[in-house]
């Protein structure tokens, strides 16, 4: 199955059960990163169902790859099973656990990480990955509109560190923090 007919699926069925995927007008970012910075790895902290590896996965070089982890075990396996209709198991490569004891097992480098999983959370994942990420890498972080004050110190931190270059894009309805490690 072609990978806009699974994206479109899960957007058809995002609306009927309200699951939170990041969508085609924030996921555009996704793409958009993707391709100017063409990353070897990239780290996702939230999985759900597979849409955001799915699409990032179609704008990769060759030789890339996505680590992704979900939390829940029963969701996983739907993630699973849509990167196998698409066919892009052999890209992906799904952890089920907490991204908080996942992230310090991990033994690659990254030049992306997409955030999309426990918003309070977003700082404590990046602190845990911030070593795993190469010089330049691209952090992601979705959901920074309608949950700004539960990600407070994730926020600060990657607009006040001489670390990070970020900057918001705002959808109206929600926004997406893009930084670059400096």
Same mark, same amino acid.
């Given at each position: 199955?072609?990978?806009?007919?699974?994206?479109?699926?899960?957007?058809?069925?995002?609306?009927?059960?309200?699951?939170?995927?990041?969508?085609? *007008? +924030?996921?555009?970012?996704? !793409?958009? $990163?993707? #391709?100017?910075?063409?990353? %070897?790895?990239?780290?996702?902290?939230?999985?759900?169902?597979?849409?955001?590896?799915?699409?990032?996965?179609?704008?990769?070089?060759?030789?890339?790859?996505?680590?992704?982890?979900?939390?829940?075990?029963?969701?996983?396996?739907?993630? *699973? +099973?849509?990167?196998?209709? !698409?066919? $892009?198991? #052999?890209?992906?490569?799904? %952890?089920?656990?907490?991204?908080?004891?996942?992230?310090?097992?991990?033994?690659?480098?990254?030049?992306?990480?997409?955030?999309?999983?426990?918003?309070?959370?977003?700082?404590?994942?990046?602190?845990?990955?911030?070593?795993?990420?190469?010089? +330049?890498?691209?952090?992601?972080?979705?959901?920074?509109?309608?949950?700004?004050?539960?990600?407070?110190?994730?926020?600060?931190?990657?607009?006040?560190?001489?670390?990070?270059?970020?900057?918001?894009?705002?959808?109206?309805?929600?926004?997406?923090?893009?930084?670059?490690?400096?």
């Amino acid at each position: 199955m072609k990978a806009d007919d699974v994206l479109k699926n899960i957007q058809e069925e995002a609306k009927y059960t309200f699951l939170p995927i990041i969508g085609p *007008q +924030k996921g555009q970012i996704l !793409v958009d $990163v993707v #391709r100017k910075h063409k990353p %070897k790895n990239i780290l996702e902290v939230g999985t759900l169902v597979g849409y955001s590896a799915i699409l990032m996965s179609q704008y990769l070089p060759k030789s890339s790859r996505i680590t992704t982890i979900e939390i829940n075990p029963e969701i996983a396996q739907i993630a *699973q +099973k849509n990167f196998r209709r !698409v066919g $892009v198991e #052999r890209l992906v490569n799904l %952890k089920v656990g907490n991204a908080i004891d996942v992230i310090p097992t991990l033994k690659k480098t990254f030049n992306l990480l997409f955030l999309d999983a426990a918003k309070e959370e977003y700082f404590d994942y990046l602190k845990l990955a911030e070593p795993k990420l190469t010089k +330049k890498a691209v952090v992601i972080a979705d959901n920074v509109g309608m949950f700004a004050e539960a990600m407070a110190d994730y926020l600060d931190y990657v607009r006040n560190s001489p670390k990070f270059k970020s900057k918001t894009v705002d959808f109206g309805f929600d926004a997406v923090e893009v930084s670059q490690r400096v």
